[in-house]
């Protein structure tokens, strides 16, 4: 153990997430059931044209990372997201901002262990989905609990499932695609199969540009690297590489895979609720191929959930820092956790426990909708900070970072613009127009929650 990992530093975190583990949980964070799971329905929807829809968007989340990572060197620290909104945007969208990013990952936590208790059932079908639900999210909150290091050792081997499931398929997928007799089938992969039915864009361009919303959320989690800046070993040279590598993770995870998929099989052969991968092993011949693929997702899932522990609790403390929350969760464990903030959360997480026992077919359809519409803001503020971080800089009020987005304020813009239009999107389906609705829904309360807040402050400094 070496002390660079083992440091703690000003507010009281221990920088116990090894430059590997930081590694992995950037190349993990990118990846999870929207690809494994989620991709069948957009396969459905775009045709062949998901693969540019994947592109297009991880374009976008590129120019999220790098301008995350130019604030990122500038201060690194826990709870960064918010911390820079509070900065740079002000005391409202800092605080906007960090319950926002709370209320993403704990509903999608919730949506997660229901998740994994349905894999369970695959192999256990006598097993309540609620009682792998609770079991799930009390193994993983008690990791959480004993060290960062706990986490990041679970987040590192979650991560190398997914990856090594990735490559795997894209390797096999490969050789079914060479003119290599005895693997496969003797005919229907082809490379043609990303043009010969319909063309590239077979389902329509519009249908094209609407499965946009749905390749925008499969990659929320990409952001998390971020928040792991307070506990990150030796984080300007850590989290530098960490983001540095997203294209090639992008290229390969999302756009490779896909174009494996879609050309070992036709894009007709995939719908929404079965998994492409499952799809592709299967024709391939791969024995046990569903089960292979339903534990990749119960991976997927415990990975999401995991993360979702470990970033609720940090924002949480980052804001009780501020002021934003009880002062109670600024409350840091022997072993340097936010032990009150990861409490509460996981608190809060059990909730879906209740709603999975109750109705989960149609209340989690409206708490997650919270996560569609939180993310885009909290990407789209990251940019905000961004660009007002340069303007300050350009004034010689701030340090300059040597990490700099490419391009910027114009590739700032372009990447606003883009999330503008997938809001827009939202629009033109039943689910958008669902996560619209709730979003909107939130933005009123936590707007009502911090001026409500703001004036007991102001009542408590009248008094002194």
């Not at 990409?222 to 040279?237: C, I, N």
Request: hydrophobic content about 50%; charged content about 10%; glycine content about 12%.
């Amino acid at each position: 153990m070496t002390s660079e990992t083992t440091d703690v530093v000003e507010d009281g975190y221990q920088r116990g997430l090894s430059a590997r583990t930081v590694q992995m949980i950037a190349i993990g964070g990118a990846i999870g059931t929207g690809l494994f799971y989620g991709a069948g329905g957009a396969i459905e929807q775009a045709g062949p044209a998901l693969i540019l829809a994947y592109l297009v968007a991880g374009l976008a989340i590129f120019v999220v990372m790098r301008a995350l990572g130019e604030l990122l060197i500038y201060r690194p620290v826990a709870g960064s997201i918010s911390e820079y909104a509070d900065e740079f945007l002000g005391k409202y969208l800092g605080f906007t901002n960090g319950w926002t990013y709370w209320a993403v990952w704990t509903t999608t936590c919730m949506a997660e262990i229901t998740v994994a208790g349905k894999y369970i059932n695959y192999w256990f079908p006598s097993i309540p989905v609620w009682v792998t639900a609770l079991v799930v999210l009390l193994v993983l909150f008690t990791a959480n609990l004993i060290s960062v290091k706990v986490f990041g050792e679970a987040e590192f081997w979650f991560s190398m499932i997914k990856v090594v499931a990735i490559i795997g398929m894209i390797l096999i997928g490969t050789l079914v695609l060479l003119p290599i007799a005895g693997i496969g089938p003797d005919a229907g992969p082809s490379l043609t199969n990303l043009y010969g039915d319909g063309g590239f864009f077979a389902t329509g361009f519009n249908s094209a540009l609407l499965s946009l919303q749905i390749v925008v959320f499969a990659y929320v989690g990409v952001e998390l690297v971020g928040v792991t800046a307070g506990e990150a070993a030796d984080p300007k040279v850590t989290l530098r590489k960490a983001i540095n590598t997203l294209p090639f993770r992008i290229g390969l995870f999302y756009v490779g895979a896909l174009i494996v998929i879609l050309s070992v099989r036709g894009w007709r052969n995939y719908s929404e609720g079965n998994s492409p991968f499952v799809e592709v092993f299967a024709y391939i011949g791969i024995p046990g191929a569903a089960g292979i693929v339903n534990f990749i997702l119960l991976t997927a899932a415990l990975s999401s959930c995991n993360s979702g522990i470990y970033s609720t609790g940090r924002m949480l403390r980052s804001l009780s820092q501020r002021g934003d929350a009880p002062k109670k969760l600024t409350t840091l464990s022997s072993r340097h956790v936010p032990v009150a903030g990861i409490v509460l959360s996981a608190g809060v997480m059990v909730l879906g426990v209740i709603v999975n026992i109750i109705d989960p077919a149609h209340a989690f359809a409206y708490i997650t909708s919270v996560s569609t519409v939180g993310i885009i803001f909290v990407w789209s503020s990251i940019l905000v900070s961004h660009f007002i971080y340069r303007r300050r800089v350009a004034a010689g009020a701030l340090p300059a970072s040597d990490y700099r987005l490419p391009g910027a304020p114009i590739t700032t813009a372009i990447a606003l613009a883009f999330f503008a239009m997938v809001i827009v999107l939202l629009f033109f389906s039943e689910s958008g127009r669902i996560a619209l609705v709730v979003g909107a829904v939130w933005f009123a309360g936590v707007t009502i929650g911090y001026f409500v807040l703001t004036g007991r402050r102001r009542a408590v400094h009248a008094g002194r």
